[in-house]
C-alpha cells in the first residue's frame, strides 16, 4: 500500500550516551573482569554493530557476587525501612534524570523503537522504583503482620525483551523489603544493567547491596543453585521456569517465576472495530511481539470477522518498520539472531500446517534482525501457531460464535497470563473477565503497566506475583 | 458388648466424587491403635483411585469455585453443624487413632469443630484482605481479586490425624479450590469418618475426596498428574527425599506447591502445633492473583464518553 505521506528520517541523538569499549562485572561495588577472564561481545540488533564487549561470569565470580551480597545483607536489611526508602528513591530519580540516555541504550542494545523506550520502559522503570521506595518503611502495614523480614539473597535472572523495566521490577521490591540481590541480565541486552550499577554508585548504595553479572544461562543457572541464595526470581521462558522449579526442589528457596504467554485478545461483534483494532496491533506489535503478555491469539467474533480482519490489515500497512532510534519508527528490530531464526521456523510451520499468511508490505533493511508484521487467518485450537509462543510479530487469528465457546478457546492453553476483551457492553467485559484463567485481563485496552499493579500468570505462566502490594510477598519470609 | 450385644463394624470405605467407593485395587491393609490393636482394614487406594478422584474434584472446580462465597461460608459451617452431632463419635476414633487419653480426644475434635467456624468466615472476608483496588497513573479502574488455583493434591499431615487433617483441608476448599486429600497413612480413620459428615454438609459431590493407603504411592501420580493445579506437601514431611521428589515432579506443569518446612514451623517431624491461630497463609498459598483493567473515560471536551 502507497504511503499517504513520505516521512523524514528523525533520529535521536545517539550522543547523549557514551559507551565503553568494556564492561567488567559489577561486585561489591566494582566493576571487575571475570575470573577466567572470558567476555563476550554484544551487537546492536538493528545494525549487528558491535556496541561493547563484556565480561562473562563463571561460576567463581557467581560465588564472590553471593558473598558480597551476604555481607552486605546484614547491614542492609538492619537499615531503617525510612533509610532504604531515601537510597530507592534517590535512585528513581537518578533513572528520571538520565533517562533520554538509558532509552537510547537500551535501543541500541535491545533494538526495540526509542519510542516505547522513551514513553515506556523508562517512565516504568523510575515509576517502579519510586513506589517500592515508599513501601520500604510501612512493611507493617502490608498486611503479612507485624515487623516482616526480608529473606536474604535475592538471584535474579531477567529476560532481554525489557531489559531495564524487568530489572526494576526484581531489584526494587528486593531492595525496599531488605534483600540484597545478584542479577544476571540477558546476554544480548547486558548494558543497562551495567548503567544501573552506575546510577547505584551515584545513589550511594552501600557497596554488596547489588551486584550485576552479565554473561550466559550458565552463570544463571550457577546462581540459581547457589547455596547462598535464599530466592530465585526468574522472568523468561516456561522451559527454563520449569528447570528452576525442578533445581530448588527439596531448598528452601522462595522462588517466583514469570513465564510464558499466549494471550487471547477476544474481539466481540459489538466492540469500536477502529479501538479494537488498536488494541490488537499494541497487544502483539508492541516490542516487536517479544512480550510475555502479548495478545499473540486473536479471539474474533465470526460475524465481524472479515471486518475486524480488512482494518487491521489496513493499519497493519501503515506501521514503520526500520531504524528503532528513529521516532517515527513502529517496529524495531528482532533482538537476536536466534530468536529471528525461532519466529521464521514457528511461522514456517505455521504455514506447513496449512493457516494462511498474511505479511505487512514492508522493507526490511538489509543489515540487522527483522520481521515483518505477519498475521495467520484460518487457524484452529490445533495449529502450532495457536499453541506455542512465537515471542514475535505473529497474530493468530481465530473465531467464535458465542461468549461461552471463547471462554473455552481463551482458557485451552497451557498458559494463563494475560487477556483481552473489546466489547461495548459492561456486563459481558465482568463476566468474560471472571471466567478468564490469566493473570491480567485487559478491557478495552491492552499492554498497560503499573508498578501498583500486580502482574503474573495462573497454570504454566508462572506463579507469585510481581507489583504492588502483593509483589512484596516474593520478597518477605512470610 | 458389656451386655452382651455383637457390635457392627463399620467397613471404612473412600470418599470420592460424593460417592463411598471401595479402593479399585480390591485392596485393604491393617490399621492399628499406637499400641497395635486391629481398628479396622482400611481401603488400601491405588494410582487409579488417584486419578479418579483428580476427574472428579475437576469435575467439581467450576461449580464450587463459581458459588458465592457467603455459600461456600455456609456449607463450611454446615460441616462444623455436623460434626458438633458426631464429636463422640470423632473423640472416640481420635482417641483410638493417636493414643490419646478420652478428654485430649475431646478437646482435639472440638478444636477441628471451631477450625470449620474459622474458615467458613473466611470466605467472604479474603478477596477484601487479599485483593482490592490499585491505583494506577492512568484513566483506568484496576482490580485484583484472589481466584481459586484449581485442583489441590492434600497430603494430609501424619501425626495429627483429624485437626492436622481439618487445618488443612478447609482451607483449601474454603477459597473455592477443590481438593484431592490423601489421608495420615497409619490413622486414616478420622478421615474416612470425616467424608460421611461432609457428604452430609450440602458440600457438592467432588469438591473434597479423601483417599486412604500408602503416602508416596499416592502422592507420587498426584504431584506427576498435569491436571492437578498445587500440591501441599504437608503430610511429606517424615520424610524429606519423597518431599523433594514430589516437588521435582510438581515442577512439570509448575504446580503451587506447599513445601512441609515452611508451614507453622513444622520440624519435619510431626512437630506442629496444630491447635496454634492459623492465620491466612493456608487461605493464600493456593490463590491466584488476577487483575482487571477497566477504562473509566473520560468526562467533558476531552473526548472520550462515559
Same mark, same amino acid.
Request: hydrophobic share 25%; glycine share 20%.
Given at each position: 500500500m502507497a504511503s499517504a505521506f513520505e516521512y523524514a528520517p528523525a533520529p535521536e541523538s545517539r550522543s547523549v550516551v557514551d559507551i565503553a569499549p568494556s564492561y567488567g562485572l559489577f561486585i561489591d561495588g566494582e566493576f571487575t573482569e571475570a575470573a577466567d577472564g572470558k567476555v563476550f561481545k554484544t551487537v546492536?540488533?538493528?545494525?549487528?554493530?558491535?556496541l561493547s564487549e563484556v565480561a562473562r561470569a563463571g561460576t567463581q565470580d557467581v560465588d564472590r557476587a553471593v558473598t558480597a551480597a551476604r555481607r552486605a545483607f546484614g547491614t542492609w536489611s538492619a537499615l531503617p525501612g525510612s533509610e532504604r526508602a531515601k537510597y530507592l528513591f534517590r535512585i528513581a530519580r537518578i533513572i528520571q534524570e538520565r533517562s533520554r540516555e538509558l532509552a537510547v541504550l537500551e535501543t541500541l542494545d535491545n533494538g526495540k523503537p526509542i519510542r516505547e523506550t522513551r514513553d515506556a520502559d523508562l517512565p516504568l522503570v523510575a515509576a517502579h522504583f519510586f513506589y517500592y521506595a515508599g513501601w520500604a518503611d510501612k512493611l507493617d502495614h502490608?498486611?503479612?503482620?507485624?515487623n516482616p523480614r526480608p529473606l536474604g539473597v535475592a538471584g535474579q535472572v531477567i529476560p532481554w525483551n525489557f531489559p531495564l523495566l524487568m530489572l526494576a521490577w526484581k531489584i526494587a521490591p528486593a531492595l525496599a523489603t531488605g534483600n540484597t540481590v545478584v542479577l544476571k541480565p540477558a546476554e544480548t541486552t547486558p548494558l543497562s544493567a551495567l548503567f544501573f550499577a552506575d546510577v547505584c554508585r551515584q545513589a550511594g548504595l552501600?557497596?554488596?547491596v547489588v551486584n550485576i553479572l552479565t554473561g550466559y544461562g550458565d552463570a544463571g543457572q550457577a546462581l540459581v543453585e547457589h547455596?547462598?541464595?535464599?530466592k530465585v526470581a526468574f522472568t523468561g521462558s516456561t522451559a527454563v521456569g520449569k528447570a528452576i522449579a525442578r533445581q530448588i526442589a527439596g531448598t528452601g528457596k522462595k522462588a517466583t517465576l514469570e513465564l510464558g504467554g499466549k494471550g487471547a485478545n477476544i474481539v466481540f461483534d459489538d466492540a469500536p472495530v477502529d479501538q479494537a483494532v488498536e488494541g490488537i496491533v499494541t497487544g502483539i506489535f508492541f516490542n516487536q511481539g517479544q512480550?510475555?503478555?502479548?495478545?499473540?491469539r486473536l479471539l474474533v467474533q465470526e460475524s465481524v470477522h472479515d471486518e475486524v480482519l480488512h482494518s487491521l490489515k489496513r493499519r497493519l500497512s501503515t506501521l514503520r518498520l526500520g531504524?528503532?532510534?528513529?521516532?517515527?519508527?513502529?517496529i524495531g528490530a528482532i533482538n537476536s539472531r536466534e530468536q529471528l531464526a525461532r519466529i521464521t521456523s514457528l511461522v514456517e510451520t505455521g504455514e506447513a500446517e496449512g493457516a494462511e499468511r498474511w505479511t505487512a508490505p514492508c522493507e526490511l533493511p538489509s543489515a540487522g534482525y527483522w520481521f515483518a508484521p505477519t498475521l495467520f487467518t484460518g487457524?484452529?485450537?490445533?495449529h502450532t501457531v495457536a499453541r506455542?509462543?512465537?515471542?514475535?510479530?505473529v497474530l493468530s487469528v481465530l473465531t467464535f460464535r458465542t461468549p461461552d465457546e471463547a471462554v473455552a478457546k481463551a482458557n485451552n492453553s497451557q498458559y494463563g497470563l494475560s487477556a483481552g476483551i473489546w466489547t461495548e457492553k459492561g456486563s459481558r467485559i465482568l463476566a468474560v473477565a471472571n471466567k478468564l484463567r490469566a493473570g491480567v485481563v485487559w478491557a478495552n485496552t491492552f499492554n498497560k503497566f503499573d508498578p501498583t499493579s500486580p502482574f503474573g500468570g495462573y497454570k504454566e505462566s508462572g506463579f507469585g506475583r510481581e507489583g504492588?502490594?502483593?509483589?512484596l510477598e516474593a520478597y518477605l519470609d512470610v | 458388648m458389656s451386655d452382651g450385644r455383637l457390635s457392627v463394624f463399620k467397613t471404612y470405605k473412600l470418599y470420592v466424587g460424593g460417592k463411598f467407593p471401595r479402593s479399585e485395587s480390591g485392596r485393604v491393609y491393617e490399621v492399628t491403635d499406637p499400641k497395635g490393636k486391629w481398628l479396622a482394614n482400611a481401603p488400601q487406594s491405588s494410582r487409579k483411585d488417584a486419578r479418579d478422584a483428580v476427574v472428579a474434584a475437576r469435575k467439581a472446580f467450576g461449580g464450587w469455585a463459581g458459588a458465592t462465597a457467603y455459600n461456600r461460608g455456609q456449607i463450611l459451617y454446615r460441616v462444623a453443624e455436623m460434626l458438633e452431632g458426631r464429636r463422640e463419635q470423632f473423640a472416640r476414633e481420635v482417641a483410638d487413632a493417636e493414643g490419646l487419653s478420652k478428654s485430649k480426644a475431646a478437646a482435639v475434635v472440638d478444636a477441628a469443630v471451631d477450625r470449620w467456624v474459622w474458615y467458613a468466615g473466611w470466605t467472604d472476608k479474603i478477596a477484601q484482605i487479599a485483593g482490592g483496588a490499585n491505583p494506577v497513573a492512568g484513566p483506568y479502574f484496576n482490580l485484583s481479586t484472589p481466584e481459586p488455583t484449581g485442583v489441590v493434591a492434600v497430603l494430609a499431615p501424619q501425626e495429627s490425624s483429624f485437626l492436622g487433617l481439618v487445618s488443612v483441608l478447609a482451607p483449601v476448599i474454603a477459597t473455592g479450590n477443590t481438593a484431592v486429600v490423601v489421608a495420615s497413612?497409619?490413622?486414616p480413620l478420622p478421615a474416612l469418618s470425616l467424608g460421611e459428615v461432609l457428604a452430609t454438609? =450440602?458440600?457438592? !459431590? %467432588?469438591?473434597v475426596n479423601i483417599l486412604s493407603g500408602r503416602t508416596a504411592e499416592l502422592a507420587l501420580p498426584l504431584a506427576s498428574?498435569?491436571?492437578?493445579n498445587a500440591i501441599d506437601l504437608t503430610g511429606a514431611a517424615p520424610d524429606a527425599g519423597l518431599a523433594k521428589e514430589l516437588e521435582t515432579a510438581a515442577a512439570d506443569n509448575l504446580k503451587r506447591v506447599l513445601r512441609p518446612q515452611h508451614?507453622?514451623?513444622? =520440624?519435619?517431624? !510431626? %512437630?506442629?502445633?496444630?491447635?496454634?491461630?492459623?492465620?491466612t497463609r493456608r487461605l493464600t498459598a493456593f490463590l491466584e492473583t488476577k487483575t482487571v483493567w477497566h477504562p473509566t473515560g473520560a468526562l467533558g471536551a476531552s473526548g472520550s464518553s462515559y
Open positions: 546492536s540488533p538493528s545494525t549487528e554493530e558491535v502490608a498486611g503479612y503482620g507485624a552501600p557497596k554488596g547455596p547462598g541464595v535464599d512480550v510475555c503478555c502479548a495478545g499473540s531504524d528503532p532510534l528513529d521516532k517515527n519508527t513502529d487457524v484452529t485450537q490445533a506455542d509462543e512465537i515471542f514475535g510479530p504492588g502490594r502483593h509483589g | 497413612a497409619d490413622a454438609s =450440602d458440600l457438592p !459431590g %467432588g469438591v498428574h498435569q491436571d492437578v508451614v507453622d514451623g513444622e =520440624d519435619g517431624a !510431626g %512437630g506442629t502445633d496444630w491447635t496454634a491461630d492459623p492465620g
